[in-house]
């Protein structure tokens, strides 16, 4: 499986505030073998539905996936499942940030240990409840790699200082759902710069001593 990223910015919004956000985008991609065209999930399309169609290109889409239902990863799903004829994944206990952004628009509900299958090879829905209720990461056992939304970054677990957010829950996810994949799993976030599942599990307790 190739796992490619690119990066869209514009505005995040929460509780009546807005901050400008960048936001990675990443395509879990097929590999072409003879014959057959590849195949495309994308997840948390962002900002931009232009740069996303562009680098889809002309390969098959198999759904929109997203991490959560923050704004900034979910405002575009809508639109962009609807460009291709496909569904959109989100884990249903994010229904209310769902609601604000997109109302009564249709999703599929994840489940947590749900497998999707691409190319042959599995993609792994964890939840991992915290940042937000329905969060949700996405592990390809076959590439070591783990797409984190905003569960965790570079340099700690996502904000929760925000409503239906909780930081004592998204360290518990932490603990039983993410700390427990290999240490050198690449970890790949919803914003920001790649890191592994090791150098963050190595700071835990620094993360709890300072409460973000
Ligand atoms: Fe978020």
């Known amino acids: ?73 979910c405002e575009l799903a809508p639109a962009v499942a609807s460009h291709y004829g496909v569904e959109v994944y989100l884990h249903p206990d994010d229904q209310p940030l769902w609601e604000e952004t997109n109302g009564n628009a249709a999703y599929t509900p994840l489940r947590d240990g749900q497998q999707f299958v691409l190319g042959g090879e599995n993609v792994s829905i964890r939840h991992t409840t915290g940042h937000s209720p329905g969060c949700i990461v996405a592990y390809v056992a076959s590439e070591d790699t783990l797409l984190s939304g905003d569960t965790l970054f570079n340099g700690g677990p996502g904000a929760t200082g925000r409503k239906y957010s909780s930081f004592e829950t998204i360290i518990a996810s932490l603990k039983e759902k993410v700390f427990t994949l290999p240490a050198d799993t690449r970890v790949l976030p919803g914003h920001g710069d790649e890191t592994t599942v090791g150098a963050e599990a190595a700071r835990i307790d620094e993360y709890i001593a300072r409460g973000y």
Not at 11 to 27: I, K, P, S, T
Request: charge should be negative; aromatic fraction near 6%.
């Open 1 to 73: 499986m190739k796992i490619e990223k690119l990066v869209t910015s514009g505005v995040f919004r929460l509780d009546g505030g807005e901050w400008e956000v960048d936001n990675n985008v990443y395509l879990l991609a097929s590999v072409d073998e003879e014959g057959s065209k590849e195949e495309v999930i994308i997840v948390d399309p962002s900002h931009d539905a232009e740069a996303v169609y562009a680098a889809v290109g002309d390969r098959n889409v198999q759904c929109v996936l997203l991490t959560h239902a923050h704004n900034d990863h």
